[in-house]
């Protein structure tokens, strides 16, 4: 037997019912499989010769019961006899091998996901039928191997879905709106389902989760097509699927659906089918064992060419061999830094379903329009980043946007507008959204910060600082807290993540014409480029993105206060100097600043002046944790080993500020005189 | 006995199993040879600002970064001269691994239960909580270290806390 479920599910499908050629084939492949003691043939075989027969009342919903039984058959080995047909009872669930399981877990979620990403490019754009086809598949090949592991609830969802989708394919439905909704909420179902299979240890298999029947209920009532007509008009082309032309299903769809992330979207969507081939899926730690030795590889491997002996030998050939040494390490190098480089693209499907739940749950009309899936940033931080996304996203819908009148009333189009982009500038990935709503209400802000003891009720504040206080945690302007949004959680979320990663967040708004954040993050955790300086014969890296200016000061520029705290006076601005000798105990440093090295370094808006003795240099370096048993130690970030296998130390700003300033509760404290930029 | 490497375990203290022993001055420890990951040598560690007296710093395990111990410094014994019997046994707590500064290795012993005698009390004088027994053998006896609680959880915690300050103060920021 040499056709499997897929194949034989996908023929019994497409068999045209009024062809006896397409009948008398799939005839003989049940008959072969009810020889090879195939369960559950029986009525297939019955079915398609009452069809070949011509006794069949509706050939169609004859061929739709073989299509059924395909899904529920067992290979003879499978089971146990004692229950034909019913498929595997959850008793049998010992059976479950961990392993096939785990496949299955990782497998579904994949196709699960794929449904996600083409219902959304079908419904953008319906008709788009090889996304129509992809979902389908998709949910057919969930249910084949659930039915298989004898996971009648999975199988019985994914079948009902898969039969939905059968009919968009057939063009009884457009797969938009409601209906697009239901798959939606039964690949979510799914998906939980799926979850908590991942977690079965043995025993008795997980429970359906609640509303397991409802669902089933409201995807039956869909597939007899007697509810749910009201956001699309059925195109009635009952016949064979090949049938439909391409043009009629648009036309269905209502204005407010298809105006979607129409073209751009479902263009990306398709770039990435044709990208997403031949993958391998390895667990982070081995890759990051693998870039942890890549790295040694490139240490061992400066040593020997550092080697004198290497460095004096007479044989050519040595030399030459070297540095192809060398360069294949190189390569490696680059090769497998990039291994943890993903595009954004699943992200943005994540965040397009979030905005569509969002908009149909408040009431608003979006428009959303993403950009630049393409640009690739390292695993590790995308995780990191969907939070704040989230969070940013609900706040826009909720707090940014308008409801339409009002919208209108501003004569703005009705239809809010968000935008997502990507993209890679200066060494860094910038990620904006972008919304044209009514923008940041600077007042009621200050108010708020005001009421909170957050903000001096003297002090005149910037926007820059005002737009700052939405960050706090806790802060919230909303009057009530809504299903969204409004309990003062998000923004904080969004900075501390982002900030986590190193990145930062800005802010612009403009009233009655929207607000855009900006993350700017760093191209890869992995990675910085951070300037070598020496302490208390300490050597120590200092991340170029935090130097403003290095100078050695004239005597003439340098204050004190109070005779402790010390200043550097640089383009008009003071700028209190730090030695770092003195916040890390180093004995034996240069202490006569004009005998050193001050650079200028900022964090946010703060500054300051650290004072070393000499910088050696300049280079990329890969961070590493310094362990877990340190934690994080204050003022530096993590550690890096260099070219020749020893450890520097990586200064981090804002952790040296803080110390310098005293305490946790450092910039509260911070001095008076202490500058501000702006 | 010979072969299984795993210790009795009674009430969470090891009483009895394989033990790596080695010197601190002239006293003799030893640590379950189950949760030593390597011993290497000498070799030149990082220092780390800011961090307590007995953490010396950091060294290279072959392109992980591990913190280092010195537990002369910790049990406030005499600072040496380290010399080629110094070494680092790097040992594995949980998820994280630690080097612990040693003076001379001296082997893997195999102890039974019932060579392993309770701590004796030393009063307020000497805080015992990390000796899991002292065992005999012969003349000799091995002061049985319970390595995951040389460092106090107190200790552990402050490391950790260093973690999680910054959060704290980045509210102001």
């Given at each position: 037997?040499?056709?499997?479920l ?21 005839l003989e ?15 297939a ?58 496949e ?10 794929a ?5 959304l490019?079908?419904?953008?754009d ?24 004898g ?53 008795a ?32 082309q ?49 890759l ?27 044989d ?64 590790n ?80 504040y ?65 990675i ?9 014969g ?24 109070a ?25 034996g ?43 994080g ?46 | ?22 010197f ?13 990951h ?16 007995f ?17 002369r ?39 039974a ?13 000497l ?33 950790h806390?260093?973690?999680?300050n ?8």
């Open positions: 037997m040499d056709m499997n897929d194949q034989l599910a996908a023929a019994v499908i497409g068999a045209d019912p009024g062809s006896t050629d397409d009948l008398r084939k799939l492949t049940f008959q072969t499989l009810q020889q090879a003691g195939w369960r559950g043939t029986e009525k075989v019955a079915l398609l010769q009452s069809l070949l027969d011509g006794k069949a009342e509706d050939p169609d919903q004859a061929l739709k019961a073989v299509a059924e039984i395909v899904a529920g058959l067992h290979p003879p080995s499978s089971g146990n006899a004692n229950q034909p047909d019913a498929g595997t009872d959850p008793a049998d669930s010992e059976l479950l091998d961990p392993e096939i399981l785990s299955f877990v990782t497998e579904s979620r994949e196709h699960l996901q449904v996600e990403a083409n219902l490019a079908v419904e953008a319906a008709s788009d039928k090889e996304s129509l086809n992809a979902a389908f598949r998709a949910f057919h090949s969930t249910k084949g191997t659930a039915s298989f592991l996971l009648e609830e999975i199988k019985t969802l994914a079948h009902h879905a898969e039969q939905l989708m059968d009919r968009a394919r057939k063009g009884e439905i457009v797969m938009a709106g409601d209906y697009a909704d239901l798959e939606l909420q039964a690949a979510d179902m799914l998906c939980e389902m799926i979850a908590a299979l991942a977690e079965y240890q043995g025993g298999l997980p429970a359906a989760p609640a509303g397991f029947p409802q669902m089933l209920a409201r995807l039956e009532r869909a597939e007899s097509g007697t509810v749910q007509e009201k956001v699309s008009a059925p195109v009635a009952p016949s064979a699927p090949s049938a439909v032309p391409a043009a009629s299903a648009p036309a269905a769809v209502s204005p407010a659906e298809s105006a979607g992330p129409a073209a751009a979207g479902s263009e990306e969507t398709k770039k990435a089918k044709a990208g997403s081939d031949l993958t391998v899926r390895v667990s982070t730690q081995r990051d064992h693998l870039i942890d030795m890549v790295g040694e590889l490139m240490i061992t491997n400066a040593m020997i060419a550092q080697n004198p002996c290497v460095l004096s030998n007479q050519h050939m040595l030399s030459s061999n070297v540095m192809q040494l060398g360069k294949i390490a190189r390569e490696l190098q680059d090769l497998s830094m990039s291994l943890r480089m993903v595009p954004f693209r699943t992200t943005f499907q994540k965040v397009e379903r979030l905005v569509r739940d969002l908009s149909h749950k408040s009431g608003k009309h979006l428009r959303f329009i993403s950009e630049g899936e393409d640009t690739e940033i390292d695993r931080m995308v995780e990191l980043l969907y939070d704040p996304l989230v969070h940013m996203i609900r706040n826009a819908v909720d707090h940014g946007l308008e409801p339409a009148q009002e919208r209108l009333a501003q004569g703005k189009p009705a239809e809010g507008q968000l935008r997502l982009r990507a993209y890679q500038a200066s060494g860094s990935i910038v990620l904006e959204l972008q919304d044209d709503g009514r923008g940041l209400n600077r007042e009621k802000i200050l108010a708020k910060a005001r009421e909170k003891g957050l903000a001096d009720p003297n002090q005149e910037s926007d820059r600082d005002i737009y700052r206080f939405i960050f706090e945690p806790g802060f919230s302007t909303a009057e009530k807290v809504t299903d969204i949004s409004g309990r003062g959680v998000g923004m904080d979320v969004v900075r501390r993540n982002v900030e986590s990663i190193r990145g930062r967040v800005e802010l612009a708004s403009e009233p009655g014409r929207g607000t855009t954040f900006t993350l700017k993050i760093p191209l890869t955790l992995a910085i480029d951070g300037m070598l300086l020496s302490v208390a300490q050597e120590y890296i200092l991340p170029t993105l935090n130097v403003k200016h290095a100078l050695r000061p004239e005597p003439t520029s340098l204050t004190t206060v005779g402790r705290g010390e200043m550097l006076r640089f383009r008009n601005q003071l700028i209190p100097l730090f030695r770092l000798h003195r916040l890390f105990d180093l004995e440093a240069v202490t006569d600043p004009t005998q050193a090295l001050l650079i200028i370094v900022e964090h946010e808006t703060d500054q300051c002046a650290l004072m070393a003795e000499r910088l050696l240099g300049q280079q990329h370096v890969i961070i590493k944790s310094l362990g877990e048993g340190l934690g130690v204050e003022g530096v970030s993590g550690a890096a080993i260099l070219g020749d296998g020893g450890i520097r130390m990586i200064l981090d700003v804002e952790g040296i500020m803080r110390l310098a300033w005293g305490g946790p509760q450092g910039h509260s404290r911070r001095p008076a005189w202490a500058n501000r930029q702006n | 006995m010979a072969g299984h490497g795993s210790s009795e375990t009674v009430d969470n203290k090891v009483v009895g199993g394989k033990f790596l022993t080695f601190m001055a002239d006293e003799e420890y030893g640590i379950e040879i189950l949760k030593v390597d011993i290497i040598g000498m070799m030149q560690i990082t220092p780390v600002p800011r961090t307590p007296s953490v010396k710093g950091v060294i290279n395990l072959r392109g992980k970064i591990i913190p280092v111990i010195d537990l410094t910790k049990f406030k014994m005499e600072a040496t001269v380290r010399d080629r019997q110094t070494c680092i046994v790097v040992v594995d707590l949980g998820k994280l691994q630690m080097g612990v500064i040693i003076d001379k290795v001296s082997e893997v012993l195999d102890i239960a019932k060579d392993v005698e309770p701590t004796p009390d030393f009063g307020i004088t805080d015992t909580g990390f000796i899991l027994g002292m065992g005999k053998l012969n003349e000799r006896v091995v002061i049985l270290l319970d390595i995951s609680r040389v460092l106090t959880g107190e200790e552990i915690e402050a490391l806390k260093m973690d999680t910054p959060e704290a103060g980045k509210q102001a920021a």
